[in-house]
């Protein structure tokens, strides 16, 4: 396999975990973001987004989305399951990585940030954007998981909720959030932390880190 | 079941789809989004995002996130199957659904355009950021699926790409963008709205629609 990402893009750094976790092994191709390596021609041809990260599996296939690339990898190395049985539970685990890849992350990712900075706000105020996007959305997931027992987000092994959130506190420290204010999160973040699956994906850990 | 919605929130057109293809009742609790009604304390008890939808089912269970509302009622009454068997199919359809919940629904919604308002942009550089993020979105959800035979997303019947696509085309129109520039979208939509499940979902046709 090959994974198509970028040292400090927190949904390759999702993938990386979740590749680890189960075991398996991708050639790393990086696209620099901030060189916009990933809106290339050849690139976009196979993802139109223009987004990291890309899977390319065997026999050809392409997968984009890391939370459906993750999905995927699940279904297919079911062991160890990154998703719990219950349909309950698995709504809940799916709603917490949600409310980061829907309503956090993309909301603070570089092109928004950009985009900010063509429309003529400062430097601090975009810093400010990432930063408030960041602060209420990890608040609200504080909340989700504050009756859990954890250790990590939802029971006893991680899930796509850890996996969603420890790249998202990275994040979160960049745009200056003090992330004290969310024990529980960082109770599953401390968790993970201990687990060579996450240690070795992370940003600091990749050939492509700058 | 109850669910808390807003007639012209996409999210919750997503699962009021869902819930009619499924051949489910519930009763709709309107949030005035405007009104900042989904900020009361006893909603964000529920839902501590401030977001709609939520679904509550029997037993006090509470559901947030329409993708994992969605999925729970996939799992929970699996027929008609919203995703298909395969998991590369799975993955495309998970995906595409995954473009627009992550990569446009939440970079125009309410709050980011209120925000960008509270910033001091003009009401028309509001409406440009809107129709931008619809309009580069949508280019490359059309790019996703233009192999595709069809007449929906992916094959024959409604996935969860549909309950995406087709409240995502409604924003899209109401900022402002050409949406004839994606003839295949188009070709799905129009194989949706012919079906009643999806017709009865539309904002007009919602008790709280003004």
Redesign the interface.
């Known amino acids: 396999m090959k994974l198509h990402g970028y040292f400090r893009s927190s949904a390759s750094y999702r993938v990386r975990i979740a590749l680890n976790l189960k075991g398996l092994s991708a050639e790393h191709l990086s696209h620099h973001l901030r060189k916009g390596e990933q809106r290339a021609p050849d690139y976009l041809a196979i993802n139109?987004?223009?987004?990291v990260p890309t899977l390319e599996g065997d026999g050809g296939?392409v997968?984009?989305?890391s939370?459906?690339?993750i999905?995927?990898l699940d279904?297919?190395h079911p062991q160890p399951p990154l998703l719990p049985d219950d349909?309950?539970r698995?709504?809940?685990v799916?709603?917490f990585a949600?409310?980061i890849?829907?309503?956090i992350?993309?909301?603070q990712n570089l092109k928004?940030l950009a985009?900010l900075r063509d429309?003529g706000?400062a430097e601090e105020?975009v810093t400010g954007?990432a930063a408030?996007v960041n602060r209420e959305?990890l608040?609200?997931c504080e909340?989700?998981i504050i009756g859990e027992a954890g250790p990590f987000c939802f029971g006893d092994a991680p899930t796509i909720a850890d996996l969603c959130l420890v790249p998202q506190l990275a994040n979160a420290r960049r745009f200056g959030v003090d992330v004290a204010a969310f024990p529980r999160l960082l109770k599953a973040e401390a968790a993970a932390k201990e687990l060579k699956a996450f240690a070795d994906a992370a940003p600091e850990r990749q050939g492509d880190a700058e």
Chains 1, 2 share one sequence.
């Not at 139109?48 to 987004?51: E, I, K, M, T, Y």
């Open positions: 139109p987004q223009g987004l296939i997968l984009i989305q939370l459906a690339i999905e995927w279904e297919t349909p309950l698995r709504a809940q799916r709603a949600q409310a890849a829907c309503d992350h993309p909301v928004v985009r429309l706000l105020q954007w408030w959305g608040a609200a909340k989700l």
